[in-house]
């Protein structure tokens, strides 16, 4: 086995970029100006809803945005409550703190990584307002659980897919299954526009209100200028950047189906470890954003001595996400066990679409290496 350190870095992600996503930008850059100024961002969120088949969206500046502006628009307020999964990336606990109101952390299933229903149900109070359901990873909630128990409740289900574009529930794309949604184009994500982000939902007065709260308070039927009704939000996307959304969305069949072949390349090569990877339950799909392998729990391991064999062959490696409740701004729930163990065992392998097989093989050679030797 060859430690190859000075082979060339592997980047656990990075854009695909191509020639239309230049031609767009140029354009956009060179044209987008004056009376064309909004003609990519109108034609990004037109596309945008009808690849997730919903009625409206809205672009934003990023995820973490477009959920605030969402969350706003329900009303959620202090006092409230909000249900989510203590393992996830802060920005989709962010935006409840932003509104005042309380993030309740509860804990995943093994399986999905994702929202335990159980978990959700047993923590309802008279003060929850919405579950806010994290599609980690391309891993998808079980959604049809969580709307059984958010309708019995009269609560909100919100969706956080800025990591699922590609996931489908039941023929159902991730994101368009919430009274609203939320998706982040940020440079890491399976479809970029460097930042970024989208609101959709289906809800027509939801989405007015929305919309209303992203140009600042003003509604689109107001005749006076600069007369804001409320105190809104600046979470627009950018002309330029939409340019680049719109190239990314006439490919992002062949942007999932990369992230998808990256997955089936390390699953084959990784068979035989004592390792779990990203699920794909029947009747659903999983866009795969991040391939991630989860040591079984019987094995000893270690993930620095992982992170620091991934850095001897110049390969970037990427840990799970931390238990939410173990930073400290938020209340300690050591109780939410599966989050504390899962995070520790487990590491997000590189995954952009134009890794190449040998890129892919290097990786795979310096997993076994660590736990290869593991009888
Ligand atoms: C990336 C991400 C976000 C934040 O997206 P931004 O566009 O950076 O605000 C929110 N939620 C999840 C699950 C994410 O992965």
Redesign the pocket.
């Known amino acids: 086995m060859t430690i190859e350190s000075n082979s060339s870095r592997i980047y656990y992600t990075k854009p695909s970029i191509t020639e239309l996503e230049i031609r767009y930008a140029n354009d956009a850059v060179t044209n987008g100006w004056g009376e064309q100024c909004y003609d990519y961002i109108y034609r990004f969120e037109r596309q945008f809803a009808q690849y997730l088949g919903v009625r409206h969206a809205i672009a934003t500046s990023?995820?973490?945005?477009a959920?605030h502006m969402g969350l706003a628009g329900l009303g959620i307020g202090p006092g409230d409550e909000v249900i989510l999964a203590d393992i996830?990336?802060i920005?989709?606990a962010a935006p409840i703190i932003y509104v005042g109101a309380t993030p309740v952390l509860v804990d995943i299933l093994a399986d999905t990584w994702c929202l335990d229903p159980a978990a959700v149900e047993a923590a309802i109070t008279p003060r929850t307002k919405a579950v806010l359901a994290?599609?980690?990873y391309g891993n998808l909630c079980d959604m049809d659980a969580l709307s059984v128990i958010t309708q019995k409740h009269g609560i909100y289900l919100i969706e956080?897919a800025?990591?699922a574009i590609g996931s489908a529930w039941h023929g159902k794309r991730a994101g368009s299954m919430g009274i609203f949604g939320?998706f982040?184009?940020?440079g890491?994500?399976t479809l970029t526009t460097g930042?970024?982000?989208i609101f959709i939902t289906n809800d027509d007065a939801l989405y007015e209100r929305a919309l209303t709260l992203s140009n600042h308070g003003r509604a689109r039927d107001e005749a006076r200028q600069f007369w804001p009704e409320s105190i809104g939000f600046k979470y627009k996307m950018s002309n330029v950047q939409a340019a680049i959304g719109c190239a990314q969305l006439e490919r992002v069949d062949e942007l999932v189906a990369g992230k998808r072949r990256v997955f089936e390349a390390y699953r084959g090569a990784l068979a035989g470890l004592p390792v779990s990877m990203n699920p794909e339950p029947p009747n659903t799909v999983n866009g795969y954003w991040m391939p991630t392998i989860v040591v079984d729990e019987a094995v000893p391991f270690d993930r620095e001595t992982l992170l620091a064999a991934f850095s001897a062959c110049n390969i970037d490696g990427r840990v799970f996400f931390w238990p939410l409740s173990s930073l400290e701004m938020f209340r300690s729930e050591p109780q939410n066990s599966i989050s504390y163990s899962l995070s520790s065992r487990a590491i997000n392998l590189p995954s952009y679409q134009d890794l190449d097989n040998a890129d892919m093989e290097r990786v795979s050679i310096c997993v076994h290496s660590v736990l290869g030797d593991i009888p």
């Open positions: 990023s995820a973490t945005g959920l996830n990336w920005a989709s994290v599609h980690l956080d800025a990591e939320a982040s184009f940020h890491t994500k930042e970024g982000g």
